[in-house]
């Protein structure tokens, strides 16, 4: 007995010794990365079509030619990208895109239960693009209609004639298609995040012809302010009635703008600061509403002066999570202004579409990377979303609004699916499908044309999403600390590049 469990020992020093060597032997070996390889996946949307999110042949890290990672290595004057995770920028809450009425009906009533049971997947589940963060609006908008998929225009509080201070009609009944489609996407991810916003206040809450297209509140009766804070308050416990969660609320679309065409109200920069901190903060706070309260929500352009009124009114800040951003005009570098003055608060994009105007996959492909996926975080956005989830071939059913936009996907009923994916779908895949939500942004500078944003995910892994807006193929270099690699991208396409330290 004793003489087997020495030879066991002397078996096992054995082998200890022969895995030292071994290790002595490849760490010492001349010409030898003295780093352990690591594993590089990629995923590419080129402009030509040839690929759509497809992923390609995994390679590696290799050990760098410069040491500590301090210092981009040099590849022939090729472009180097240098992520960097120690330098940490916003935390991100995801991307998505919004259930509108219209979307919501497309997919409820225009397909099959096991169509949309696909399409739940394609754009919820990690078997597709995985979108973390959705829209939707507060009563009617531009794309709302009634169970027969006609245009209707709606609020929950609206009367035939007189006022109702006690929001005694309040109802969120017609929301029905909304509200189905939102309950069948939170059963596919329990985590989704959901934002609502008002195109407009019950009509006999506003001044002077009392429609809903159009106006604004009546500013010469304080009750209203009251009312409509309490009818707002009241969505929000309505809707987690249902089992929706609203996770923020912006206080009104596109504020500076009103139009007789569809459901809208108009908001000045002061009013909107008194409503916040007058009225819907206190209202949220005495009813233990946590929902984020959001400012804003309108182009890029009018940005500045419209924000710093709201967030510089010391009552309305208290009250304010963030501000919110569409894509129509100006530029995202807005953003980052907005984030040096006030940087205790967050940004949001909350709505951009696509349309006919504009049908070239390889120029929408660039321009969403470049101002949306990219561009927005680069500028501090923790949130991107596009307008419409799905719309018809026709760009409807649409309720007085824009006549050619294009959804994240179409809901044509053609083969099996019943749906096709549009650029957008691409566009929001290359940063939804690989970022988590509560991921974080870290530094990864602009090189040489290649645009990029990186991030770390929760769970540890790096991801870096790159597009090469030019009309020739790219080389460039990724570093990584003591580690680098080169891509070639090629020309008006993007790629997601994920790894695990």
């Excluded at 169509?115 to 829209?135: H, N, T, Y």
């Excluded at 809903?212 to 009750?223: S, V």
Aim: hydrophobic share 35%; net charge negative; aromatic share 12%.
């Amino acid at each position: 007995m004793r003489r087997r469990k020495l030879l066991l020992t002397i078996a096992g020093a054995a082998a200890v010794l022969a895995v030292w060597i071994a290790a002595k032997l490849y760490i010492d070996k001349p010409g030898q990365s003295k780093l352990p390889p690591v594993e590089v996946k990629a995923w590419v949307t080129t402009g030509d079509q040839s690929s759509l999110l497809a992923l390609q042949e995994p390679f590696f890290f290799e050990e760098a030619d410069s040491s500590g990672g301090e210092t981009p290595m040099s590849t022939s004057g090729q472009p180097v990208i240098t992520v960097n995770p120690d330098r940490e920028y916003q935390t991100m809450d995801g991307f998505g895109a919004s259930v509108t009425g219209s979307s919501a009906f497309l997919v409820n009533k225009r397909m099959s239960g096991d169509q949309r049971d696909a399409l739940m997947k394609d754009l919820f589940s990690p078997e597709g693009i995985r979108l973390s963060f959705v829209r939707h609006s507060v009563g009617a908008s531009d794309f709302s209609v009634d169970a027969d998929g006609n245009p209707a225009s709606y609020t929950y509080d609206d009367t035939e004639a007189g006022e109702d201070y006690g929001l005694e009609q309040f109802s969120i009944a017609k929301d029905g298609d909304v509200t189905g489609l939102l309950q069948r996407i939170l059963d596919e991810n329990n985590s989704i995040k959901v934002m609502g916003t008002p195109w407009t206040a019950p009509p006999w809450m506003k001044f002077g012809e009392q429609i809903h297209n159009g106006w604004y509140l009546n500013y010469a009766e304080p009750r209203v302010y009251a009312a409509y804070a309490q009818y707002l308050a009241r969505y929000i416990k309505e809707y987690e009635k249902l089992g929706i969660p609203i996770y923020a609320l912006t206080i009104q679309n596109e504020p500076e703008f009103t139009t007789a065409d569809y459901p809208s109200m108009s908001m000045g920069a002061e009013e909107q600061a008194l409503f916040i901190g007058d009225y819907l903060g206190p209202e949220f706070s005495r009813q233990g509403i946590t929902s984020k309260i959001v400012a804003f929500d309108h182009n890029w352009d009018t940005a500045e002066s419209y924000t710093q009124t709201v967030l510089g009114d010391a009552k309305a800040n208290a009250y304010t999570d963030g501000t919110a951003y569409h894509c129509y005009a100006g530029s995202p570098e807005v953003m980052s202004k907005i984030h040096e003055a006030y940087p205790e608060k967050e940004i949001y994009v909350t709505e951009c579409s696509g349309g006919a105007w504009s049908e070239n996959f390889s120029d929408n492909l660039t321009w969403l990377m470049s101002k949306l996926i990219i561009g927005g975080p680069r500028n501090w956005a923790k949130s991107v979303l596009l307008w419409n989830l799905a719309l018809d071939a026709e760009s409807g059913p649409a309720n007085g609004g824009c006549t050619n936009c294009r959804g994240v996907v179409t809901v044509d009923g053609q083969g099996e699916s019943g749906y096709s994916r549009n650029v957008e779908y691409y566009a929001l895949g290359h940063a939804s499908r690989f970022t988590d939500p509560g991921a974080v942004r870290i530094d990864s500078p602009q090189a040489g044309g290649i645009e990029n944003v990186a991030y770390r995910n929760p769970g540890g892994s790096l991801v870096l999403i790159a597009l090469n807006p030019a009309d020739e193929d790219r080389a460039f270099s990724v570093q990584w600390g003591e580690r680098a690699f080169t891509f070639t991208l090629k020309a008006r396409s993007a790629v997601t590049f994920k790894w695990k330290p």
